[in-house]
């Protein structure tokens, strides 16, 4: 069974700190994604990867960047945290193809910018 | 813009009836569809997917059903049961998986 591992299920830090999220999978999956979720607007793509140093934009990467340096971890780093950041993060794997392979999710880091 | 809307974003069942949750989506070369489910406090999780070279597929309780003409795919609930509570996710290949917005389920025992 697929297992990803997310590194905190909760997290409380200060506006301007820097952030580092960490997602672990165990699978030998290529493609790994960031999301983070919001009442009301679902799952939105922040970056995803295909590949070990490969990343992409998602759809909302403004005050976000990523950082895989080997195959089986994926780490989403908030540069200036602030408030409007407070969400749930979702990380998530799959096998090759980012857009037709199910994706399995790790269960999520609940971040609180103060 | 939105690439995948999804309705409706709450639905209120009695047990034993069925639930319908309805997708569309923009991009015609779309090929793959799956349906999320996310209990209260758990991860999302797969339920069933779908691929463009079929119409229909059911598993158990649960189908889906794609129309490629009119890019919409819809979630087929029968014979709802409490555990079917949760919240429902349908999503669409853009340049990666893009989610709808998601369905409430609730289902009155």
């Known amino acids: 069974d697929v297992k990803v591992t997310q590194s905190s299920r909760y997290l409380v830090k200060r506006t301007g700190e820097k952030v580092f999220l960490e997602c672990v999978q165990d699978?030998?999956?290529?493609?790994m994604f960031w999301y983070r979720q919001d009442p009301g607007l679902g799952l939105r793509l922040i970056y995803f990867?295909?590949?070990?140093?490969?990343?992409e934009k998602g759809d909302i990467p403004e005050g976000y960047s990523v950082s895989r340096e080997k195959k089986e971890r994926f780490s989403l780093i908030l540069e200036s945290a602030s408030t409007n950041q407070t969400s749930m993060y979702l990380c998530?794997?799959?096998?090759?193809?980012?857009?037709?392979?199910?994706?399995?999710f790790g269960d999520g880091t609940r971040l609180s910018i103060l | 813009g939105e690439n995948v809307e999804q309705h409706p974003s709450t639905l209120s069942v009695q047990e034993g009836d069925s639930a319908v949750i309805k997708c569309t989506y923009s991009?015609?070369?779309?090929?793959?569809f799956p349906w999320y489910k996310q209990e209260l406090g758990k991860r999302p999780q797969l339920i069933i997917d779908?691929?463009?070279?079929?119409g229909e597929k059911k598993d158990q309780r649960i189908a889906v059903t794609l129309n490629k003409t009119a890019k919409h795919f819809s979630l087929h609930i029968t014979e709802t049961q409490p555990e079917d509570s949760a919240v429902y996710f349908c999503?669409?290949?853009?340049?990666?998986?893009?989610f709808g917005s998601g369905t409430r389920l609730q289902v009155q025992p």
């Open positions: 998530a794997s799959s096998f090759t193809g980012v857009r037709n392979q199910p994706q399995h």
């Open positions: 699978m030998d999956h290529e493609n």
């Open positions: 990867s295909y590949d070990v140093k490969m990343k």
């Open positions: 991009d015609s070369a779309s090929n793959y």
């Open positions: 779908i691929r463009s070279n079929v």
């Open positions: 999503a669409a290949p853009r340049r990666a998986l893009t």
